[in-house]
């Protein structure tokens, strides 16, 4: 029967690294599935890795996302699981859900997940789901406790705080020379959090998923 250890081993040969794990009953999962585990990008390893990638590489719309679809799809298949994906499919699969289920990630200040080793800068390349149950860590602690909380004031025109997300106006300051900051080194917001500088995600990376989103 295929373990953690060994899921592990497969995905980190695509810089991918598991950042929690649910099992069937402590959230929906999708039919069949006894466990998910959600599939994060590596910190320091992933950007070097992906843009070695054929897909990164051809010049195509969505590099990522079908760079996602072609690894995840055949590690499922040679752990006989299934993958999933947080994009392409209307409505897409609560992945947000998933990963406060997995008590590795929680619902920061923000509202964004944050996650004990990625901070805020936690996001998914996809899940696998495995038809039989695959022991899991324990829940993490959560990273916020008796923190200061930068994540809620760090937002240069206050599009971002505990009040909520304001998304016309994070894309207006995106608009203004003001916004190269967060447009070439990442929301200012998933910055300024402690845990996420630890983590040491190469700037590039997020330049690189700021020009997606603010296209
Ligand atoms: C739609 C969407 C958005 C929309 C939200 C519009 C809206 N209010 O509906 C927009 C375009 C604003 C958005 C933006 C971003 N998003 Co977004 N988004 C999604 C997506 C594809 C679907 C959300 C959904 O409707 N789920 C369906 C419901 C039923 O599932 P759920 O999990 O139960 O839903 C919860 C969350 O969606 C959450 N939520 C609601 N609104 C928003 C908005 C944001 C920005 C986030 C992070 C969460 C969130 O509340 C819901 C209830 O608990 C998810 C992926 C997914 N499949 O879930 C990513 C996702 C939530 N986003 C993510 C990310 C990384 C971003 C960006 C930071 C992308 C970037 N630049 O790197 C940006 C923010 C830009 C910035 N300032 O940096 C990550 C989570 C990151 C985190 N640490 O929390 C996810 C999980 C995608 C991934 N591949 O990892 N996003
Ligand atoms: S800055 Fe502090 S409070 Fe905000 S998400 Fe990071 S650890 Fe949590
Ligand atoms: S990207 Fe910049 S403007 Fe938008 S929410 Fe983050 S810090 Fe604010």
Not at 8 to 28: D, F, N, P, W, Y
Not at 105 to 112: D, G
Not at 165 to 181: I, K, Q, T, V, W
Request: with cysteine; glycine share 8%; aromatic share 10%.
């Amino acid at each position: 029967m295929v373990g953690l250890a060994q899921i592990k081993a497969e995905i980190e040969r695509h810089a991918l690294t598991v950042a929690g794990g649910v099992q069937q009953g402590a959230a929906v999962l999708p039919h069949g599935v006894a466990s998910l585990l959600l599939i994060a990008p590596e910190g320091q390893r992933f950007w070097s890795h992906f843009t070695q990638t054929p897909e990164y590489r051809d010049g195509q719309p969505d590099p990522m996302d079908r760079w996602s679809v072609r690894v995840l799809s055949a590690v499922a298949q040679s752990l006989d699981a299934q993958a999933f994906f947080p994009f392409g499919i209307s409505p897409p699969h609560p992945f947000f859900t998933w990963a406060v289920a997995s008590g590795q990630a929680r619902s920061s200040p923000v509202q964004w997940l944050i996650h004990p080793d990625q901070g805020l800068w936690l996001s998914f390349r996809g899940a696998l789901g495995f038809a039989q149950p695959i022991a899991l860590p324990a829940p993490a602690p959560a990273p916020c406790e008796g923190c200061a909380r930068p994540c809620v004031t760090a937002c240069p025109v206050g599009a971002l705080t505990d009040k909520g997300y304001d998304l016309p106006a994070c894309h207006a300051f995106l608009d203004s020379p003001e916004g190269a900051d967060c447009l070439n080194h990442g929301c200012a917001v998933r910055r300024a959090c402690p845990v996420s500088q630890a983590f040491g995600r190469d700037p590039d990376q997020s330049a690189f998923h700021m020009r997606h989103f603010h296209r």
